[in-house]
């Protein structure tokens, strides 16, 4: 699970340590794909349309 961007990081020699601690490039994406709610909060489940009147 690694969300951190390197590139983005303001300390270069931190960001630089820890690219080469990271796991390569491909399959970084698809694992942080895995975890739905890093994106969106999941919503509860809904039986029915609330009435509106």
Do not use: C, T
């Amino acid at each position: 699970r690694y969300f951190y961007v390197p590139e983005r990081d303001v300390d270069q020699e931190r960001a630089a340590l820890l690219r080469n601690m990271m796991p390569r490039a491909a399959g970084r994406r698809s694992e942080s794909m895995k975890y739905k709610q890093y994106y969106w909060k999941p919503l509860g489940k809904w039986s029915r349309w609330d009435a509106e009147d």
